[in-house]
């Protein structure tokens, strides 16, 4: 079945520093989005990539889509206290109707 | 527009009881999902629900089912409650089981099973 795995599991920076978030898929998406979840909160979606190689940008949020469309990142650029969270990547396989959510990384910004 | 509302928001169980839980989701969304979230395996897709029918099941056993009613509302039910099944049950919700269209949560319902 469709597995959709995230590294790091947990990732400590200091404020100020970047951070990224790997997505991979064991299957080709048709889509893939982001959420993020406050402590304590629910997942709120961030955005939604379709195309093959896509990149979209959300102030110092940085969304890539891979060429074979099996794998996505998120790269945030001087980290702030206001990022902490766990961020998921969600993809649907091509066909498929179920959106399967990754594993999640644990974001901590040490101020 | 009020977001998605579940309840209970928190409940305890203990082994062997059954428990429902209950969500209302946006106004205008047809199409509701229901997610477990635990601290080791993430967020699990349990199943989806559409104009009253499953669209979608997610590979828990026969113990979790649920239901959607003509207003939209859904219901999940987990019969012989397992220490296992302790975990934030999450409701989503959107206009159309569409491939594209993005989730929207409730805030959960966090059970504990004693």
């Known amino acids: 079945g469709q597995q959709v795995m995230q590294i790091p599991q947990y990732q400590h920076v200091q404020e100020g520093e970047d951070f990224t978030t790997y997505c991979n898929s064991s299957?080709?998406?048709?889509?893939i989005q982001w959420y993020k979840q406050r402590p304590g909160g629910h997942p709120v979606f961030l955005i939604q990539?379709?195309?093959?190689?896509e990149v979209k940008k959300q102030k110092r949020l940085t969304f890539q889509f891979g060429e074979a469309k099996k794998n996505s990142s998120l790269h945030i650029t001087a980290t702030q206290t206001t990022d902490v969270g766990t961020y998921f990547c969600?993809?649907?396989?091509?066909?498929?109707?179920?959106?399967?959510f990754g594993t999640g990384t644990r974001l901590t910004v040490i101020p | 527009k009020a977001g998605v509302t579940q309840t209970p928001r928190y409940l305890i169980k203990t082994r062997g009881q059954q428990v429902t839980l209950s969500c209302s989701p946006i106004?205008?969304?047809?199409?509701v999902s229901w997610y477990q979230q635990t601290p080791g395996q993430g967020l699990q897709f349990l199943f989806e629900?559409?104009?009253?029918?499953?669209?979608n099941k997610g590979n828990f056993p026969g113990r979790f089912s649920g239901r959607q009613f003509s207003n939209s509302r859904s219901e999940m039910n987990v019969s012989t409650l397992e220490l296992g099944d302790s975990a934030l049950y999450l409701c989503?919700?959107?206009?159309?089981?569409?491939?594209?269209?993005?989730?929207?949560f409730g805030e959960g319902s966090r059970l504990t099973v004693l």
């Open positions: 106004s205008g969304h047809r199409s």
């Open positions: 990539l379709v195309k093959s190689g």
């Open positions: 969600a993809g649907r396989s091509t066909g498929a109707n179920n959106l399967f």
């Open positions: 989503a919700s959107r206009e159309q089981p569409t491939d594209t269209g993005e989730l929207f």
């Open positions: 299957t080709t998406l048709s889509n």
């Open positions: 629900y559409f104009s009253e029918t499953q669209r």
